[in-house]
T-cell receptor
C-alpha cells in the first residue's frame, strides 16, 4: 500500500459526459501528479500540482482540468468524454518537487467510456 | 526532448533464469533514473532508482547501473521467480518539471 488513495476504482460512463477523479496523496506529500495509461499511448504525464499551485503540464487535453485543494487532495475533471479517453488514470505524490524524490502511485481509476 | 526506450516484450523465462531488460534514454543534463513495476491489476511501485552516473540501484534481487557513457539503465536479476511476473517500466525524471517520462513497458512472464 503506497498510501495514495484514488476513487473511484472503476468508472463507466457515456460519450459526452463529465467525470471527476479524486486523489488523496500520502500524508505530508505536497506534490500531486496525474498520469494516463492507455494501450496506444502508454504512460503519459498529464499535470502536476505543488501545494495547491499548478507546476507543470504535460499532454493534457483542453477538455481535462485539475486542481489541488487546501487539504492537498486533488481532482481531475474530464469533460465531453470520447471513446479514446478510456484509460487507467493514476495519481502519484511526492514529498517535494526535487526530481530525485520517489513518486508514490495510487492504484488508479479505470475509466471506460461507452 | 527527453525520452526512454525499452526492449519490447513479452520476455518469457523459466524460473531461476537470468533476466535482462534493456533501457536507454535520451536527456539533456543528468536525469534521475527509475525502474517501476506494475503487477496485474495494481498501480506502479518503485523497484529501484539511481540519481547520478555510476550509481547502482538495487532491490529484491534486481539491479540497474546508471551508465552515462552508454545512456543506459538496464535491469538485471540473477534468478527470476514466478512472482516476478509483471510489467516493468523504465523512467527518467525531468529536472525542470519533476515529471516522470516512461518507456513503453516490458512484460515479463516467468514459468515454473
Amino acid at each position: 500500500d503506497s498510501g495514495v488513495t484514488q476513487t473511484p476504482k472503476h468508472l463507466i460512463t457515456a460519450t459526452g459526459q463529465r467525470v471527476t477523479l479524486r486523489c488523496s496523496p500520502r500524508s505530508g506529500d505536497l506534490s500531486v501528479y496525474w498520469y494516463q495509461q492507455s494501450l496506444d499511448q502508454g504512460l503519459q504525464f498529464l499535470i502536476q500540482y505543488y501545494n495547491g499551485e499548478e507546476r507543470a503540464k504535460g499532454n493534457i487535453l483542453e477538455r481535462f482540468s485539475a486542481q489541488q485543494f487546501p487539504d492537498l487532495h486533488s481532482e481531475l475533471n474530464l469533460s465531453s468524454l470520447e471513446l479514446g479517453d478510456s484509460a487507467l488514470y493514476f495519481c502519484a505524490s511526492s514529498v517535494v518537487t526535487a526530481s530525485y524524490n520517489e513518486q508514490f502511485f495510487g492504484p488508479g481509476t479505470r475509466l471506460t467510456v461507452l | 526532448g527527453n525520452s526512454v526506450t525499452q526492449m519490447e516484450g513479452p520476455v518469457t523465462l523459466s524460473e531461476e533464469a537470468f533476466l535482462t531488460i534493456n533501457c536507454t534514454y535520451t536527456a539533456t543534463g543528468y536525469p534521475s533514473l527509475f525502474w517501476y513495476v506494475q503487477y496485474p491489476g495494481e498501480g506502479l511501485q518503485l523497484l529501484l532508482k539511481a540519481t547520478k552516473a555510476d550509481d547502482k540501484g538495487s532491490n529484491k534481487g534486481f539491479e540497474a547501473t546508471y551508465r552515462k557513457e552508454t545512456t543506459s539503465f538496464h535491469l538485471e536479476k540473477g534468478s527470476v521467480q514466478v512472482s516476478d511476473s509483471a510489467v516493468y517500466f523504465c523512467a527518467l525524471s525531468d529536472h525542470n518539471t519533476d515529471k516522470l517520462i516512461f518507456g513503453t513497458g516490458t512484460r515479463l512472464q516467468v514459468f515454473p
